[in-house]
């Protein structure tokens, strides 16, 4: 068992409302010291929300805990210095170079030895080619390095990255991901909020939020487990008309295409088994397979939209 010491967030029964609609209900949430906890949702599902309030840019309307050790209620600026936030859009200043944003934000840190700070932030990013180039020059990849760059300059504790790698390459996806497994070997926690399923493999252990409510959490493996769905592949000709014969039969939940194959689940194995049966001649080609994450979280919306 984790002391409570080693949670990075340790936080229970969160709420926070706009007039009338409730946009996180009752969270509770712990992430231990130098792992990479990914946090996924539908847009609207109060991801973003929560991770305002960890960092102290809004304030709870219930419930109580702490972020690297401070009280989120009444410490909130005690957090901020020890937190790199990365928001979703880019926000450092276009018409200044790489360098005059870090500088900047080294001097705003009140940072000792800022050019040295910067140099060694350039070089660990990778950035030296751009140092002169105004940021709003650079590509989307580079931006989003340049970002984390900021987010890193003042040795942070906790990471909190919001959708932080949206409409970038899967290269740059990929970099940017290395980047953070090395900084969470170092024992930088991270909280990143990802609509990617194969970033969301990538975490430690994951939380998935739809409308403010927290349906599952815990690791790849415990979260397909607990799931409690078997699938099965089919491949074949006219895969369109097997679909939609398929959707609406007992023990079938979702019915989703992958390539040139359907993959095909549900929670009750043996009406479902018996519902493809009268299927499995000699036109199709079928293969029970491993539930996948993607699977999961279809099924968990299917659950929010069926309420």
Same mark, same amino acid.
Request: proline residues 3%.
């Given at each position: *068992? *984790?002391?409570?010491?080693?949670?990075?967030? =340790?936080?229970?029964?969160?709420?926070?409302?706009?007039?009338?609609?409730?946009?996180?209900?009752?969270?509770? *949430?712990?992430?231990?010291?130098?792992?990479?906890?990914?946090?996924?949702?539908?847009?609207?599902?109060?991801?973003? !929300?929560?991770?305002?309030?960890?960092?102290?840019?809004?304030?709870?309307?219930?419930?109580?805990?702490?972020?690297?050790?401070? =009280?989120?209620?009444?410490?909130?600026?005690?957090?901020?210095?020890?937190?790199?936030?990365?928001? @979703?859009?880019?926000?450092? +200043?276009? #018409?200044?170079?790489?360098?005059?944003?870090? =500088?900047?934000?080294?001097?705003?840190?009140?940072?000792?030895?800022?050019?040295?700070?910067?140099?060694?932030?350039?070089?660990?990013?990778?950035?030296?080619?751009?140092?002169? @180039?105004?940021?709003?020059?650079?590509?989307?990849?580079?931006? @989003?390095?340049?970002?984390?760059?900021?987010?890193?300059?003042?040795?942070?504790?906790?990471?909190?990255? #919001?959708?932080?790698?949206?409409?970038?390459?899967?290269?740059?996806?990929?970099?940017?991901?290395?980047?953070?497994?090395?900084?969470?070997?170092?024992?930088? !926690?991270?909280?990143?909020?990802?609509? +990617?399923?194969?970033?969301?493999?990538?975490?430690?252990?994951?939380?998935?939020?739809?409308?403010? =409510?927290?349906?599952?959490?815990?690791?790849?493996?415990?979260?397909?487990?607990?799931?409690?769905?078997?699938?099965?592949?089919?491949?074949?000709?006219?895969?369109?008309?097997?679909?939609?014969?398929?959707?609406?039969?007992?023990?079938?939940? @979702?019915?989703?295409?992958?390539?040139?194959?359907?993959?095909?689940?549900?929670?009750?194995?043996?009406?479902?088994?018996?519902?493809?049966?009268?299927? *499995?001649?000699?036109?199709?080609?079928?293969?029970?397979?491993?539930?996948?994450?993607?699977?999961?979280?279809?099924?968990?919306?299917?659950?929010?939209?069926?309420?």
């Amino acid at each position: *068992m *984790m002391d409570e010491q080693e949670f990075v967030i =340790d936080v229970h029964g969160i709420s926070k409302s706009f007039g009338s609609k409730t946009v996180v209900k009752n969270l509770d *949430m712990r992430v231990a010291k130098g792992e990479i906890y990914g946090f996924l949702g539908p847009n609207g599902s109060g991801k973003t !929300t929560f991770i305002r309030m960890l960092c102290g840019l809004l304030k709870p309307d219930k419930g109580f805990g702490t972020c690297l050790g401070y =009280d989120i209620l009444k410490e909130s600026d005690r957090i901020k210095p020890h937190v790199g936030y990365m928001s @979703q859009k880019f926000s450092l +200043y276009g #018409d200044l170079t790489v360098r005059e944003n870090l =500088d900047f934000i080294a001097r705003m840190y009140g940072l000792k030895k800022c050019r040295q700070a910067v140099d060694e932030c350039i070089a660990r990013m990778g950035l030296e080619t751009f140092r002169n @180039q105004l940021a709003g020059n650079l590509s989307g990849g580079w931006k @989003q390095r340049l970002t984390l760059a900021s987010c890193t300059l003042h040795s942070p504790k906790l990471l909190l990255l #919001d959708e932080p790698t949206a409409g970038v390459d899967p290269g740059a996806r990929r970099d940017f991901w290395d980047e953070v497994h090395k900084l969470a070997a170092e024992g930088i !926690t991270a909280l990143i909020s990802t609509h +990617y399923m194969d970033e969301a493999e990538r975490c430690h252990r994951l939380a998935y939020i739809a409308y403010g =409510d927290l349906l599952a959490s815990g690791t790849v493996a415990e979260m397909i487990e607990n799931s409690g769905l078997a699938t099965w592949s089919v491949s074949g000709k006219n895969l369109h008309d097997l679909s939609e014969k398929l959707r609406d039969m007992p023990g079938i939940q @979702q019915v989703v295409a992958f390539g040139n194959t359907l993959h095909i689940s549900g929670k009750d194995h043996a009406a479902m088994e018996k519902s493809i049966l009268p299927y *499995m001649s000699e036109s199709f080609r079928w293969a029970k397979i491993q539930t996948n994450l993607e699977e999961v979280f279809i099924h968990l919306m299917q659950q929010v939209r069926n309420v």
